[in-house]
């Protein structure tokens, strides 16, 4: 019998970046390279171990953002012509590796191989229905899916406007239940960011549990008897799970991880920067930016410069992810065996991740996945793998401890959307929050176009919100599409409300903005009144 668990979370998000004012849109690539590269290959490996009968299991975030664009048909017209474009670029590829370039030859046609099956995958088994696709794992019992607030809001800097905090969670429980036809059990607290006043809200929704960092867990109140071997229960009665610090480095650390092996796939060397631009220019962005393109020739080959990077073999990394799976197996079962001696119930080793890491950062990860589980399910008896849920279900008494305010962002707290970047955001955030509850005291039972205009007026705000846009201005990537957003947000909002309040609605503008910022499309105003 096991004498524990490991239960791997994949917290997969994305911005919401439909930009249909726009042929082509820089930041909607990101989500193509995210189907790409990260979530057809994850539905390629739960396919196969469902299809030869691997016992696994596994948890996935896919937070109401992604979902939104994953079900979006415009979105999933666009990502089809991405695909073509991409195999065209693959088939001349091949061609001219055979004539001047022979070292790449081969990769070249693991390339064209690679996005034809991903064109297949996506067309043929999806019929561009992720959503529907991921639902089916969940059906089957081997995929526990979670949501998240409903832009990804950043929650501990909302609390000044408690009617925000709700409308985050609760319109990203909604969007879960059309979706999955259930309520979720777990919830993704964005960029795990944790304060005390969360639980409330989330115990309301019927939440059971959530994820911290470490030392949410560690510097609990009393100080957890387990450490984040087991689960503690807030006093606000839900259960929150600490990552994991030897798994998540072993896994997560670009340095001293897996992902940093010399064989695996160089990300930053990309042949949208390396070949001739007039060869190149029909597959990068049409003004002529060079943009990576997907195709990349290098591995990783060791410190140093990008030009000197040595040719990538698909084969030798793909063996060496085989190795560190075996590693990584090898180590848990070590850490469960130590754990597992004073400990009441058998412990848990909870692994939450990007999961864009597999696959789009870390080329090689979803096959590393696929041989964790394959070894896992036949090579050791120490552990199972095992969702959040079903170890509540499992072992329904946990400590109560109050939980340590935290993120996973640099240094653990909030800083990271808190600073001299990004901090002037906050005032127009909350005037605006405050601003819709005043709108849905005011209005409480609105009908036809004021409705329409009421309803746009929560979807600005919330997409104003997300912590994707602080988080961007912090990192000083793309800050200038950070900023224009969270811009263009407040000032839709703001137009609105005077609109509304001064009963002068200009429908034809109102009609405009509906349709580029189209989420939630079922979403209800009212989400925001006060609560007696």
């Given at each position: 019998?096991?004498?524990?668990?490991?239960?791997?979370?994949?917290?997969?998000?994305?911005?919401?970046?439909?930009?249909?004012?726009?042929?082509?849109?820089?930041?909607?690539?990101?989500?193509?390279?995210?189907?790409?590269?990260?979530?057809?290959?994850?539905?390629?490996?739960?396919?196969?171990?469902?299809?030869?009968?691997?016992?696994?299991?596994?948890?996935?975030?896919?937070?109401?953002t992604l979902v939104s664009l994953m079900s979006d048909?415009?979105?999933?017209?666009?990502?089809?012509?991405?695909?073509?474009?991409?195999?065209e670029l693959s088939e001349k590829e091949v061609e001219?590796?055979?004539?001047?370039?022979?070292?790449?030859?081969?990769?070249?046609?693991?390339?064209?191989?690679?996005?034809?099956?991903?064109?297949?995958?996506?067309?043929?088994?999806?019929?561009?229905?992720?959503?529907?696709?991921?639902?089916?794992?969940?059906?089957?019992?081997?995929?526990?899916?979670?949501?998240?607030?409903?832009?990804?809001?950043?929650?501990?800097?909302?609390?000044?406007?408690?009617?925000?905090?709700?409308?985050?969670?609760?319109?990203?429980?909604?969007?879960?239940?059309?979706?999955?036809?259930?309520?979720?059990?777990?919830?993704?607290?964005?960029?795990?960011?944790?304060?005390?006043?969360?639980?409330?809200?989330?115990?309301?929704?019927?939440?059971?549990?959530?994820?911290?960092?470490?030392?949410?867990?560690?510097?609990?109140?009393?100080?957890?008897?387990?450490?984040?071997?087991?689960?503690?229960?807030?006093?606000?009665?839900?259960?929150?799970?600490?990552?994991?610090?030897?798994?998540?480095?072993?896994?997560?650390?670009?340095?001293?991880?897996?992902?940093?092996?010399?064989?695996?796939?160089?990300?930053?060397?990309?042949?949208?920067?390396?070949?001739?631009?007039?060869?190149?220019?029909?597959?990068?962005?049409?003004?002529?930016?060079?943009?990576?393109?997907?195709?990349?020739?290098?591995?990783?080959?060791?410190?140093?410069?990008?030009?000197?990077?040595?040719?990538?073999?698909?084969?030798?990394?793909?063996?060496?992810?085989?190795?560190?799976?075996?590693?990584?197996?090898?180590?848990?079962?070590?850490?469960?065996?130590?754990?597992?001696?004073?400990?009441?119930?058998?412990?848990?080793?909870?692994?939450?991740?990007?999961?864009?890491?597999?696959?789009?950062?870390?080329?090689?990860?979803?096959?590393?996945?696929?041989?964790?589980?394959?070894?896992?399910?036949?090579?050791?008896?120490?552990?199972?793998?095992?969702?959040?849920?079903?170890?509540?279900?499992?072992?329904?008494?946990?400590?109560?401890?109050?939980?340590?305010?935290?993120?996973?962002?640099?240094?653990?707290?909030?800083?990271?959307?808190?600073?001299?970047?990004?901090?002037?955001?906050?005032?127009?955030?909350?005037?605006?929050?405050?601003?819709?509850?005043?709108?849905?005291?005011?209005?409480?039972?609105?009908?036809?176009?004021?409705?329409?205009?009421?309803?746009?007026?929560?979807?600005?705000?919330?997409?104003?919100?997300?912590?994707?846009?602080?988080?961007?201005?912090?990192?000083?990537?793309?800050?200038?599409?950070?900023?224009?957003?969270?811009?263009?947000?407040?000032?839709?909002?703001?137009?609105?409300?005077e609109d509304i309040v001064n009963n002068k609605i200009?429908?034809?503008?109102?009609?405009?903005?509906?349709?580029?910022?189209?989420?939630?499309?079922?979403?209800?105003?009212?989400?925001?009144?006060?609560?007696?």
């Amino acid at each position: 019998m096991e004498k524990g668990y490991v239960s791997l979370v994949l917290h997969a998000h994305l911005p919401y970046v439909r930009h249909p004012e726009h042929e082509f849109f820089l930041e909607e690539k990101w989500y193509y390279e995210a189907v790409t590269e990260t979530y057809i290959p994850l539905i390629k490996v739960f396919d196969a171990l469902i299809r030869e009968d691997v016992d696994f299991r596994i948890t996935m975030t896919l937070t109401p953002t992604l979902v939104s664009l994953m079900s979006d048909e415009l979105i999933q017209k666009r990502y089809k012509h991405y695909l073509e474009k991409l195999i065209e670029l693959s088939e001349k590829e091949v061609e001219r590796t055979r004539l001047h370039q022979p070292e790449f030859h081969d990769t070249a046609k693991f390339y064209r191989s690679l996005f034809s099956e991903v064109y297949q995958i996506y067309t043929d088994y999806c019929k561009g229905n992720l959503v529907g696709v991921f639902k089916r794992f969940q059906d089957s019992g081997h995929l526990e899916i979670i949501t998240s607030a409903a832009t990804h809001g950043f929650l501990p800097h909302m609390v000044q406007v408690p009617e925000a905090v709700r409308a985050q969670i609760k319109v990203g429980i909604d969007s879960y239940i059309k979706h999955f036809g259930k309520r979720p059990r777990g919830f993704w607290l964005p960029e795990c960011a944790y304060t005390s006043e969360l639980d409330e809200f989330l115990k309301k929704e019927g939440i059971s549990y959530y994820i911290l960092e470490t030392h949410g867990v560690l510097f609990a109140d009393p100080k957890p008897k387990y450490a984040t071997f087991a689960p503690i229960l807030s006093p606000g009665g839900v259960a929150a799970f600490g990552r994991d610090i030897e798994s998540s480095k072993q896994v997560w650390s670009a340095t001293e991880g897996y992902p940093g092996d010399y064989e695996y796939r160089e990300f930053y060397r990309d042949i949208g920067h390396d070949l001739d631009f007039d060869y190149i220019k029909p597959y990068i962005h049409p003004d002529g930016i060079r943009i990576q393109t997907g195709i990349k020739y290098y591995k990783i080959t060791g410190k140093v410069d990008l030009k000197d990077k040595q040719p990538y073999n698909y084969k030798r990394a793909i063996s060496k992810a085989e190795k560190h799976a075996g590693n990584f197996m090898f180590n848990r079962e070590h850490q469960i065996r130590y754990a597992s001696g004073g400990m009441d119930n058998p412990p848990i080793v909870l692994c939450p991740y990007d999961a864009e890491l597999f696959g789009h950062w870390w080329f090689e990860g979803p096959k590393w996945l696929e041989f964790l589980f394959r070894k896992a399910s036949k090579d050791q008896n120490t552990f199972k793998f095992i969702t959040p849920s079903e170890y509540l279900d499992k072992y329904p008494k946990i400590q109560i401890c109050s939980p340590n305010p935290s993120s996973w962002g640099n240094k653990g707290y909030f800083e990271v959307w808190l600073n001299k970047n990004n901090d002037w955001i906050y005032r127009h955030l909350h005037q605006a929050a405050r601003k819709m509850v005043e709108l849905t005291e005011r209005f409480k039972d609105a009908r036809g176009l004021q409705r329409d205009a009421l309803n746009q007026a929560a979807r600005e705000l919330l997409l104003a919100q997300s912590s994707d846009w602080a988080f961007i201005m912090d990192s000083g990537t793309m800050v200038e599409y950070a900023v224009k957003r969270t811009k263009d947000h407040i000032y839709r909002f703001n137009k609105l409300y005077e609109d509304i309040v001064n009963n002068k609605i200009d429908e034809n503008w109102l009609r405009n903005i509906t349709y580029l910022d189209n989420i939630f499309p079922d979403i209800d105003y009212r989400v925001y009144q006060k609560k007696s």
